[in-house]
DNA sequence: TCTTTAAACGGACCTCGGTCCGGTTTATTG
DNA sequence: CAATAAACCGGACCGAGGTCCGTTTAAAGA
């Protein structure tokens, strides 16, 4: 009745609760052993592939797995699951986010007043959402993991970060939430493919939304957070 | 090479334009044949039960097809797809949700003033999530057709014209968008459940949040929309 | 170098959402 | 009351994501 060898380790995400300072992938480099990380470039690489060539939507799994001349099984051992590859596809471009509003130059980075670095931050957000739009809707998890993920876990504490310097006077949580909602790939795809709005016009958008939420003024509601 | 009878002449949602002023059943009612109407109502009230006794998670099409007595078939002929079952089985609520804020009594319905309307209104929304969360949770369309389903569009432009009585100088699309994020079914899954919230704060985060968004302060940021 | 063991492999297999199409039922019309 | 057309029905069928488990293999220790 149970299955004492979990035989499935589970590849990403290590826990739920150890969070910060850690990036997208969380404990992944702990060394694999060379044919796993041998496949996992190949796997990488052909899926890019694939992708580029066929469209993220006409892309199945089994098919990454013979372009990579590897198991079915070694894609989802490797990846977890669908999502957990496309998210992966998209790792260097996350990575190289979260290296610049953490550490790189103004107004992204620090050195720039919280105000001016969260405008940055939404930007810079939409416009890589925008540039990747497929592969980012494609990389959407399920609903209920979706604020679970790595990556969105990092934006969304450094969102709150911004805020708590910004706003103190404030449910940093949830209005950090609200902001993260509007940068959503799904909302980006709504707005720009859907709706025809040019992509300036939601960065627009974006402004006034940080200028209408963070500003000093006693909300009337605030519970004790 | 081509179908020339589509020979499923698809159910729900009749186009992408016509939208306002009709309700989340669009034109469905248009006389069903005798059969086809008493099978709705058997997979509906089929799957009203499954739902209760095992959960919507554990439910499939089939199963609902052979409580109902039906063939597979006539389950996606009637519905379209899982999603148009669950969201059929939510209909009842949200037209009374419908018909509360358009022409119930205030301060959800006309009577109040705008802004008292959009903080009833967030509040009705909320509760009315998290009353069948899982449910909710699981009629959510695909991410490149949430923001066109029936229910989502009534509401949507409900916000919008309350906007655009209390907060003429803004981008009324975008600000509502961001509004409707707030009350959306997955947040309020990660908060309350995955988090931990009281519905009481996601609340106050409301109000907080009509309050700092929908306030006269021109924008700097506004482009001609 | 040999043994051992935990991790990785691969592909058959399962489930479930969704589609197809030949046969049947309902409603309308002459 | 036939006849005709449109709508409906059902269940075999398909594709894709995800799992299982017997086999292989890289790496650490003797």
Redesign the interface.
């Known amino acids: 009745m149970s299955t004492p060898l979990p035989q499935f380790p589970k590849p990403q995400e290590p826990a739920a609760e150890p969070v910060l300072m850690e990036f997208a992938t969380p404990a992944e480099a702990p060394q694999l052993r060379a044919d796993a990380a041998r496949n996992r470039a190949r796997l990488l690489e052909a899926a890019a592939r694939l992708v580029e060539r066929h469209g993220v939507a006409n892309v199945t799994m089994e098919a990454v797995a013979a372009a990579a001349e590897v198991g079915k099984g070694t894609v989802f051992r490797r990846f977890g699951d669908r999502t957990g590859l496309l998210t992966a596809l998209l790792d260097h471009t996350e990575q190289q986010f979260q290296t610049a509003f953490i550490g790189g130059p103004a107004p992204l980075g620090p050195g720039a007043s919280p105000l001016e670095r969260l405008h940055a931050f939404g930007c810079r957000a939409l416009r890589l959402t925008s540039d990747q739009l497929d592969l980012y809707?494609a990389a959407?998890p399920s609903?209920?993991r979706?604020?679970?993920s790595a990556p969105y876990r990092v934006r969304f504490m450094h969102v709150c970060m911004l805020l708590r310097q910004a706003e103190p006077a404030?449910?940093i949580?949830?209005?950090a939430?609200?902001l993260m909602?509007?940068l959503?790939?799904?909302?980006v795809?709504?707005?720009t493919r859907?709706?025809g709005m040019p992509l300036?016009?939601?960065e627009?958008?974006w402004?006034?939304?940080v200028?209408?939420?963070v500003?000093p003024?006693a909300?009337?509601?605030?519970?004790g957070?």
């Not at 959503?184 to 909302?187: I, T």
């Not at 909300?219 to 519970?223: D, I, N, S, T």
């Open positions: 809707l959407e609903p209920t979706r604020f679970s404030a449910d949580e949830l209005l939430q609200t909602g509007y959503e790939p799904a909302l795809h709504h707005l859907q709706r300036e016009r939601l627009s958008g402004h006034d939304l200028d209408r939420t500003r003024s909300g009337r509601h605030l519970p957070a």
